[in-house]
C-alpha cells in the first residue's frame, strides 16, 4: 500500500525526516505513471492524479521541490531529488497530458539552470551533492528529457556544462578516468547507483547529439562491468560500490545488490539497446528482471529487500521513507512492458518471451505505416513453448525480429507450421506477408547450467535454468538449514526434474526442481526454485553451493 500523506510529509512539512526523502515522490509517479499506461487502472489514476496535485502544491514560487529549509539548500541530495522530482514529473506528463506536471518541471529544472554553472556567481554543481558529483550530475538525464519536451537550447547548454564540469578538478572524471583505466572504479568514488544514474544521462545526450566519444567511453564502462563486476543474477556493487576485478562477496554482511543498483543497470542497458539495437543488451535486462530484480521484492507484500545476497535471507523492508530501493525496484518493475518488445532500426522486435498482448504500427516494405497487434501467451519460464498471433491492419509485407536468447538449447520458430530457417546466432528476422491470424510458435529447451564460483566462490557451483538463477531455500531442505557442504563432488553431472508438488499452499510461485545425479539412481541431493521466489517466506536461500570437495 502506497502511503501518500508519508511520501508528501517531507514537502508539506519541510525538513523532511532525512536527508534523501525527496527522492520518492519523483520515483513514485514514474512507477505509477508507467504501470497506468499498460493497465489503464483507474484507481491508480485517482491516486496519482491527487498525489501530484498535492505535490506541485509545495512547490515554492522561486521552483524549488524540495523537502529542505532554506539554510540547507543545495547541499547532500537537494539536487538528486529535484532529479527524480523532473523525471517523474515528465513522465507523469508523458502519459497524462497534464500540463501544470510539465511547467512544474520546467520550473524546477530553470531553478537549478539558474543555480549552477561556471560563471561568475553561480554555484560548482559537483559540490552541491555527495559521491564526487555523481548524484547531483546525474540530473543530467531529466535536463535531457526536458530539453525534449520543450526545445528550450538552456537545458542542453546545461547538459553541456555537467558533462564539461565532470573533468574539473572537483569533478568524477567520469570520462578520462574510463578511458584512461578502462574500469568503473577508477571513476568517481566506485558508487555504482549514482555512476550508472550519470551513464544513463549520457547516452540520452548522446542520442541528441550523435557525439560518438561519449558513446565509446560508456561501451568500456559496460564491458567493463560484465567482465569483471556483474552477479551471475544480473547485479552488481558490494556495499553499494563496484569491487575489485571479480571481487564478488554475496552473504548478507557484503551489503551486495543493491536494488537501486540493479534498476540502473538495467536502465544502462535499456539506453545501450535502443542506440544500438544489439541484442547482447536485451540479454543482460532479461538476466537483470528475471533474477535480482523480483528477487528483490516479496511477491506478497511488495515489501523490498534493500540488499539481496546470494547467500543468506531476504530482510525486506516495507517503510517508505527509509530505504531508496522500495522507490527503485518498482522503477525498474513498471518499466518491463516497456523491455518486452518494440521497433528496433524501424522493425518490430520481440525481445522476452512474456504473455501479453502490444499494439504498435510498423512500416511496410511499400513505406506505408500500419498498425499491428500482437498477442502472446506462454507458461514461460516454466515451459518454452510460446505462442503469437499476430494480427496485421492490412496484408502487407514487413519483417518482424525474435530474439534468440544465449541460454536456449534447439530453438525452432514457425509460421503456421511451417519452420523458418535461423541464420543468425540471437536474433531470426521473419519477413513475410503477414496477414491476420497468423500463427507463430517458438520452442526451445532449458537445458541445466552448472556455473562456477569463480575467485569469489572456489569450489562452489550455481545452478541455472534458461535466464532463471536457481536457489536452495531452507523450506525444502531442511537438512541444509546450515548452508552446509552437500554431498556431492566436482565431477558429479545432474539432472533436474519438475518438483513443484512440494510448494506449499501458499507459496507465490509455480517453479520447484528436483536436483538429483544423473547415474540412475532415485537420490534427491536438494531441491532448488529460482532465486526470485526463495526467501519469500522469511527462510534463508544460498545460490552458491559448496561440494564436499570444496568442505575439504
Same mark, same amino acid.
Given at each position: ?73 543545495? %547541499? ?17 506528463? +508523458? ?34 551533492? %555527495? ?236 513505406? +506505408? ?184
Amino acid at each position: 500500500m502506497i502511503d501518500s500523506a508519508l511520501l508528501l510529509s517531507g514537502f508539506v512539512h519541510r525538513p523532511g525526516a532525512q536527508t534523501w526523502v525527496g527522492e520518492h515522490m519523483g520515483k513514485f509517479l514514474f512507477s505509477a505513471s508507467n504501470t497506468y499506461r499498460y493497465t489503464r487502472d483507474q484507481r491508480l489514476k485517482t491516486l496519482m492524479d491527487d498525489m501530484l496535485k498535492k505535490y506541485i502544491a509545495t512547490q515554492l514560487p522561486d521552483g524549488y521541490l524540495g523537502t529542505y529549509l532554506s539554510k540547507d539548500y543545495w %547541499s547532500a541530495w537537494d539536487v538528486w531529488a529535484h532529479k527524480y522530482a523532473i523525471i517523474g514529473l515528465i513522465n507523469y506528463y +508523458a502519459v497524462t497530458g497534464y500540463t501544470p506536471a510539465l511547467r512544474a518541471a520546467t520550473k524546477a529544472a530553470d531553478l537549478i539552470c539558474s543555480t549552477f554553472g561556471d560563471e561568475p556567481g553561480k554555484l560548482d554543481l559537483n559540490k552541491s551533492g %555527495s559521491q564526487a558529483g555523481m548524484a547531483s550530475g546525474s540530473i543530467l538525464e531529466p535536463m535531457i528529457d526536458i530539453y525534449r519536451y520543450t526545445g528550450d537550447q538552456k537545458y542542453l547548454l546545461f547538459a553541456k556544462y555537467i558533462l564539461r564540469n565532470w573533468e574539473t578538478a572537483t569533478g568524477p572524471k567520469i570520462f578520462s578516468g574510463l578511458e584512461q583505466y578502462g574500469k568503473v572504479t577508477k571513476v568517481g568514488n566506485a558508487k555504482a547507483y549514482e555512476m550508472m544514474s550519470c551513464f544513463v544521462g549520457i547516452l540520452k545526450y548522446y542520442k541528441l547529439t550523435g557525439d560518438t566519444q561519449y558513446l565509446q567511453a560508456l561501451n568500456i564502462a559496460w564491458q567493463d562491468i560484465v567482465d569483471n563486476r556483474l552477479y551471475i543474477t544480473g547485479t552488481a556493487s558490494a556495499h553499494e560500490r563496484f569491487q575489485d576485478d571479480h571481487n564478488l562477496p554475496a552473504e548478507t554482511r557484503d551489503k551486495m545488490g543493491e536494488g537501486c543498483v540493479t534498476m540502473t543497470w538495467i536502465q544502462f542497458n535499456e539506453q545501450l539497446l535502443k542506440i544500438t539495437g544489439e541484442m547482447k543488451y536485451a540479454e543482460e535486462i532479461e538476466k537483470a528482471v528475471y533474477n535480482h530484480l523480483f528477487a528483490a521484492e516479496n511477491p506478497e507484500t511488495g515489501c523490498v529487500s534493500y540488499y539481496t545476497a546470494l547467500q543468506g535471507g531476504k530482510p525486506y523492508q516495507c517503510n517508505q521513507l527509509n530505504s531508496c530501493c522500495l522507490s527503485s525496484v518498482p522503477m525498474g518493475i513498471s518499466s518491463i512492458p516497456g523491455l518486452v518488445w518494440g521497433t528496433i532500426n524501424n522493425e518490430f522486435s520481440i525481445l522476452l518471451y512474456e504473455a501479453g498482448e502490444v499494439r504498435d504500427s510498423v512500416i511496410a516494405a511499400d513505406g +506505408a505505416r500500419m498498425f499491428l497487434h500482437i498477442k502472446c501467451t506462454t507458461d514461460f519460464p516454466s515451459e518454452g513453448k510460446v505462442i503469437y498471433i499476430i494480427n496485421p491492419s492490412s496484408s502487407k509485407e514487413f519483417a518482424i525480429n525474435f530474439r534468440i536468447p544465449g541460454w536456449a538449447a534447439r530453438y525452432t520458430l514457425t509460421v503456421n507450421g511451417e519452420k523458418q530457417k535461423i541464420t543468425e546466432k540471437q536474433s531470426i528476422k521473419v519477413k513475410r506477408v503477414w496477414k491476420a491470424n497468423d500463427k507463430v510458435i517458438v520452442r526451445f529447451d532449458m537445458p541445466l547450467q552448472i556455473l562456477n564460483g569463480g575467485a569469489s566462490y572456489p569450489g562452489f557451483i550455481a545452478f541455472k535454468r534458461g535466464p532463471q538463477v536457481l536457489a536452495m531455500d531452507s523450506l525444502f531442505n531442511e537438512r541444509n538449514n546450515g548452508m552446509l557442504p552437500v554431498a556431492f563432488t566436482k565431477d558429479t553431472k545432474f539432472a533436474i526434474s519438475d518438483a513443484s508438488n512440494v510448494l506449499p499452499e501458499r507459496w507465490i510461485g509455480n517453479q520447484a526442481y528436483n536436483i538429483t545425479p544423473h547415474n540412475g539412481k532415485k537420490q534427491t541431493l536438494f531441491i532448488l526454485v529460482p532465486f526470485a521466489d526463495a526467501g519469500q517466506q522469511s527462510t534463508r536461500q544460498q545460490v552458491w553451493i559448496a561440494s564436499s570437495d570444496a568442505a575439504r
